[in-house]
C-alpha cells in the first residue's frame, strides 16, 4: 500500500525520537530520550562516553531495536530493523571506527557495499562527481593502505552520500582529524545541511559543537539534559551541562621543578613494523626527565602503535642503546625485564592487549602487576595478595565494579582503563608509558586518570603520554612532540607551542625538520 | 525461515549444553542409521549404549578404554587452551610406547619397583620428543602444527610396524608382527581384580592435577592469556616460544604415558595396532569437554563407551564394527554444529514487510 505522497512542510521535523528507551543488562542507556533534528540542520548529540550517545544512534541506524519509544521520519512512524531499512528511509552513517580493506582501493571498498550490481556501473565517475562537489577529494584508483586517516574517513562520508541520504550520522568523526582537515570537514557538512541533507553531529568536542551545530541535544547518564543553541554557551556552560559536577579549571602543569637527569632516553631508534601495513619508526631521539610528561601528538595511524611497542619492548629494539632506562641499555630487553627494571606501561587497546576481557579483574592485575608487586608464590598464584592488589586499584581509583572477581569485559570503558591505568600507576614506576590513557573514557574518569599521573609526576616518575588528543596533550605535558610517518618531532616547551604548528607538524610538515636536534640534550 | 544473528558475546548456557544437545541428536541419527542398516533402533541404541555398562566387566572394560582417551584428552585440552592445534597424540602415543617398549625388550629381567617407573617416564619422554620435533618445525620454521603433528602420526606408524615386523619382533613369536611378551618387571598392574589397571587411577589423578595447575598456577595463567589474547601475552612478556614448548611437551608427555600404560598393559606386547585411533579419538574428547578436565573425564568415558558399543553392536546385532567411528563422526560434527549456537542465536524471521515504510519517496 501506497500513502499519498506528501509534501514535506518544512516545519515538519525530519526525525523525531519520542520516549525512546534501551534497558541492558544493570544498564540503562536510553532513558526516555527525546530527540528531534530539524530539516537542513546540523544537530548536535553531545555528552560524555557512556552517556548513551551511541547507543541512541545504533537505534536511528537500525543496529539496535528500543524497548519502547517512538520514531517519527519524515511525519510518519517507523519501526526501523536493521541498517538496510535505515538506509532505505535515507539515513546515512559515518562509523568512528571505519570499515575498509586495506589491500583495496577505493572504488572496490565503496563498491562492496553496493548490493546492485546495476549501481555499480559508472562508480567511479560518480565517486569522482560527488566528491569533487563536496570537497572531499579522492582517487577512485587508489588503495586504502596508502591514504591517510582523513582521505579514509572521506571515503565512509562519499559512501554514504552516493546514497543521497536526507540525514548524515557522523559519530565522532574529528577524533583522527589534524586541525586543518576538521575545517575543510566542517566546510562540507555546512554546504551538505545547505543543499538538504541533515546532519547529526555527536561528539564530545566543545568548541567544535559551537562552532558547527545549531541546535545541540545534551546527554548524561542515559537521559536528556538540555536541548540548547550551542552558540549562545560557552564551552564552560555546556560542558557543565554534560558532566554533574561544576568543573574544576585545574592547570596540571604547574608542579615542582623537574629533576634534570633523564630517565628514559631513545636514541636514534630505528623499527621495522611486524604489521602488515603498519609505520615502521624511523630514527627516533628524544628523552624524558623525572618528574616530566612527554606528550607525543600525532594522528592515527602514523606509527605510534609500533612507538608503544617498541617503548613496551613488545617489539625489540635493533641494538641495546637505542633505549636507556635510568642509564641502563634496555632496547634488546622484554616487557617482564624492563618492568623488572621499573618501567610500567599501557597500550592504547584496552580489549585483548592491555587486558584479557573474559579473564577477571584480579587476572588482569596478576597480568602486568606479578613481576613488580610479585603475586606469586612457588609458581603458583597467591590469590589473597592477587585479590588485594586487585581490591586495592579498585579502591584508590574508584573503579565501578562488583570487585576483583568482576570479568574485565563487564566493565564500561572508563571503569577499564580507570582500572588498567591504576594496575600501573600503583606499581610506582620510574618511567611510565601510556597510549590513549583517557580514549573513551568519561570527564571525571579522565581527570581522576590525569590526577594520578601529575601525583606520580611529583614523586619523580618520568610519563610518555601517547595521544591523539591535542587538548589533553596542552592540558597535561611539559613538553609535546608530533609522531608523523614514524618520525617524532623534536619535544618543544607545550607554553611555546602554537596549533598552527602542531597541525602543520601532524600533517607531515618538514618546516621544523631542518632544526631538529638529532641527539636529545 | 531461520537465520543466525551473532549474540556479540559467548552464551554461558550454550557452552555447557551444546555438548548435550550434541549426544542427544548423535543418538538420534544413530537410531536412523540403525534403522537403514535392518537393525530396530531402539535395539540398535540399547546394544551399543547401554548394555556395556550393565556387567561390571563391562564398566572395568569402559575405564580401561577411557583410560588412554582421558590422560591424551586432557593433553590436548592444555595444549589448545594455548592456541597450539596438536592433533598428532596418536603418533606421540606411539612413541611413548615405543620408548618404554624398548626399554622394557632390552632389560627383561628387572626389579618392577624400581625398572616400571623408569618404563613410564621412558614413555613419557618419547611422546615429549615426537611433540618436540612438532614445536621445532612450529617455532624455527614456522610451519603449521596441525599438519606436521598429522603428519608425524603416520611416521611413527611406520616406525613401529619396522621394529615389530624387524628388529624387535619376537624370535619364539612364529614369524607373527609382534615383539615378545613384557617381562613382569615392565608390565602394567591390574588392581580391585579386575581387567582395570593402573592407568585408570591414574588418568583421572592426571586430569585433577592439569585442572589445578591451569586454574591455580603462573603457567596456566600464561597458557590461558596466550591463548585467549596473544597480544595481552606480549605485552605481558610472556614467551610465546616457551609455552608452546610447554604446551605440546606436556601434551605430548600425556599421550607417551597413555601409549607405554597400554602397551604394558591390556596388549602386553608390540603389535602393529597398538592403538585404535586414541589420539584422533582424544581431539573429539577434548572439545567435547569444553577443554577442561573435568568435562575431558566425562566425554573420555562416553567416547571409550563408543568402543564397546561397536564390539557390542557387532557381535550381537552383525553390524560392522565402522559403527564406531561413524558415532564418533556423527558426534563431532553435531558439536561443532551445536556450538555454532555459542556465537548466535537462531532467530524466527518473519515474512512481514512493511511496505509503507520502505516505498520511496517521490522525487522533490
Known amino acids: 500500500m501506497i500513502e499519498p505522497a506528501q509534501v514535506p512542510s518544512p516545519r515538519q521535523p525530519l526525525l523525531a525520537l519520542r520516549g525512546i528507551v534501551k534497558q541492558f543488562p544493570g544498564c540503562l542507556a536510553n532513558d526516555h530520550v527525546d530527540l528531534t533534528v530539524g530539516r537542513n540542520e546540523i544537530h548536535a548529540l553531545l555528552g560524555e562516553n557512556g552517556a548513551g550517545k551511541s547507543t541512541l544512534v545504533k537505534i536511528i541506524y537500525g543496529v539496535m531495536k528500543p524497548d519502547a519509544g517512538t520514531i517519527t521520519w519524515d511525519g510518519r512512524d517507523v519501526t526501523i530493523a536493521n541498517p538496510a531499512q535505515a538506509r532505505a528511509l535515507g539515513v546515512g552513517m559515518v562509523f568512528q571506527h571505519f570499515s575498509l580493506f586495506e589491500a583495496l582501493t577505493v572504488a572496490e571498498n565503496i563498491a562492496l557495499g553496493i548490493n546492485n550490481a546495476a549501481d555499480r556501473v559508472g562508480l567511479n565517475d560518480r565517486i569522482v562527481d560527488i566528491s569533487t562537489k563536496y570537497g572531499l577529494p579522492l582517487d577512485p584508483d587508489r588503495a586504502v593502505h596508502d591514504l591517510s586517516v582523513g582521505e579514509r574517513q572521506r571515503i565512509e562520508i562519499v559512501r554514504c552520500l552516493l546514497q543521497n541520504p536526507k540525514l548524515l550520522i557522523m559519530d565522532e568523526p574529528t577524533s583522527v582529524l589534524t586541525p586543518q582537515e576538521v575545517f575543510k570537514l566542517f566546510e562540507t557538512l555546512r554546504r551538505l545541511a545547505a543543499e538538504g541533507c541533515s546532519i547529526l553531529y555527536i561528539s564530545h568536542k566543545l568548541e567544535e559543537i559551537r562552532a558547527l551545530c545549531e541546535r545541540a541535544t545534551i546527554m548524561r547518564l542515559g537521559k536528556v539534559v538540555a536541548h540548547c543553541t550551542p552558540a549562545q554557551k560557552t564551552a564552560r556552560e555546556l560542558a557543565e551541562l554534560m558532566i554533574s559536577a561544576t568543573l574544576k579549571q585545574q592547570d596540571f602543569r604547574q608542579r615542582t621543578g623537574r629533576a634534570p637527569v633523564p630517565r628514559l632516553v631513545l636514541d636514534r631508534l630505528t623499527i621495522r613494523s611486524n604489521q602488515q601495513f603498519g609505520t615502521d619508526l624511523k630514527d627516533i631521539s628524544f628523552s624524558v626527565a623525572g618528574g616530566e610528561i612527554l606528550g607525543i601528538a600525532g594522528i592515527a595511524g602514523n606509527g605510534q602503535s609500533e612507538l608503544m611497542d617498541a617503548l613496551s619492548g613488545e617489539i625489540p629494539a635493533g641494538s641495546p642503546k637505542n633505549i636507556l632506562l635510568d642509564g641502563a641499555q634496555i632496547g634488546h630487553e622484554g616487557p617482564r625485564e624492563r618492568r623488572r627494571r621499573g618501567a610500567c606501561f599501557l597500550p592504547e587497546e584496552r580489549n585483548g592487549h592491555g587486558a584479557v576481557g573474559m579473564m577477571t579483574l584480579a587476572e588482569n592485575g596478576f597480568l602486568s602487576a606479578n613481576v613488580r608487586a610479585v603475586l606469586n608464590r612457588l609458581g603458583l598464584i597467591d590469590r589473597k595478595r592477587t585479590r588485594d592488589f586487585a581490591a586495592g586499584v579498585i579502591k584508590r581509583f574508584d573503579v565501578r565494579t562488583t570487585g576483583p572477581e568482576a570479568e574485565a569485559r563487564a566493565l564500561s570503558g572508563g571503569n577499564l582503563q580507570k582500572f588498567l591505568i591504576g594496575r600501573e600507576v600503583v606499581q610506582n614506576p620510574s618511567v611510565l608509558m601510556l597510549s590513549q590513557p583517557t580514549w573513551g573514557v568519561d570527564a571525571g574518569a579522565a581527570a581522576a586518570i590525569y590526577e594520578a599521573l601529575v601525583a606520580l609526576a611529583e614523586l619523580g616518575t618520568a610519563i610518555v603520554i601517547i595521544s591523539q588528543d591535542l587538548d589533553e596533550i596542552l592540558l597535561l605535558c611539559d613538553r609535546i612532540a608530533v609522531i608523523a610517518a614514524g618520525r617524532v618531532s623534536p619535544p618543544m616547551p607545550v607554553k611555546d607551542a602554537t596549533i598552527e604548528q602542531i597541525g602543520l607538524l601532524m600533517g607531515g610538515g618538514t618546516q621544523v625538520e631542518s632544526e631538529a636536534e638529532h641527539v636529545p640534550a | ?364
Not at chain 2, 615378545?180 to 592426571?206: E, Q, R, V
Not at chain 2, 577434548?286 to 562416553?302: E, K, N, Q, T
Open chain 2, 1 to 364: 525461515m531461520f537465520r543466525l544473528e551473532p549474540r556479540g558475546e559467548r552464551s554461558a548456557f550454550w557452552t555447557f549444553s551444546s555438548p548435550v544437545l550434541a549426544v542427544l541428536l548423535t543418538i538420534i541419527t544413530m537410531g536412523v542409521i540403525f534403522a537403514v542398516m535392518g537393525a530396530p533402533p531402539l535395539t540398535g541404541i540399547e546394544t551399543f549404549l547401554i548394555s556395556p555398562l550393565l556387567t561390571v566387566s563391562g564398566l572395568s572394560s569402559l575405564a580401561v578404554r577411557a583410560a588412554p582417551l582421558i590422560m591424551i584428552g586432557v593433553g590436548l585440552a592444555f595444549c589448545y587452551r594455548a592456541n597450539v592445534w596438536n592433533i598428532g597424540g596418536d603418533g606421540q602415543f606411539t612413541l611413548g610406547a615405543l620408548a618404554g617398549a624398548g626399554l622394557a625388550l632390552f632389560f627383561p629381567n628387572e626389579a618392577f619397583w624400581w625398572f616400571y617407573p623408569v618404563v613410564l617416564i621412558a614413555g613419557v619422554l618419547g611422546g615429549m620428543f615426537w611433540a618436540g620435533i612438532v614445536a621445532v618445525l612450529k617455532l624455527r620454521f614456522n610451519a603449521n602444527e596441525i599438519l606436521t603433528s598429522l603428519m608425524l602420526v603416520y611416521i611413527a606408524q611406520l616406525v613401529l610396524v619396522w621394529l615389530v615386523t624387524g628388529p624387535w619382533r619376537d624370535p619364539q613369536g612364529f614369524g607373527f608382527p609382534q615383539s615378545a611378551m613384557f617381562s613382569a618387571g615392565a608390565t602394567t598392574p591390574n588392581i580391585f581384580g579386575t581387567t582395570m589397571h593402573l592407568g585408570c587411577i591414574l588418568a583421572p589423578l592426571i586430569a585433577i592435577a592439569i585442572w589445578q595447575i591451569m586454574g591455580r598456577s603462573v603457567l596456566g595463567f600464561q597458557l590461558r592469556v596466550v591463548g585467549q589474547a596473544p597480544r595481552a601475552a606480549r605485552y605481558a612478556g610472556f614467551s610465546n616460544a616457551k609455552l608452546t614448548w610447554i604446551a605440546l611437551l606436556v601434551s605430548g608427555g600425556l599421550s607417551g604415558l597413555a601409549g607405554i600404560i597400554e602397551v604394558t598393559g591390556p596388549i602386553g606386547q608390540l603389535t602393529t595396532t597398538i592403538t585404535p585411533g586414541y589420539g584422533f579419538t582424544a581431539v573429539i574428547v577434548a572439545f567435547l569437554g569444553r577443554l577442561h578436565p573435568i568435562g575431558v573425564i566425562f566425554a573420555g568415558l562416553l567416547l571409550a563407551l563408543s568402543y564397546l558399543g561397536g564390539d557390542a553392536a557387532q557381535i550381537n546385532l552383525n553390524l560392522p564394527n565402522a559403527i564406531t567411528g561413524i558415532f564418533q563422526g556423527v558426534l563431532l560434527f553435531y558439536l561443532l554444529g551445536a556450538d555454532i549456537l555459542i556465537l548466535y542465536r537462531l532467530k524466527r524471521v518473519r515474512p512481514v514487510v512493511k511496505a509503507t515504510v520502505l516505498t520511496p519517496e517521490p522525487a522533490e
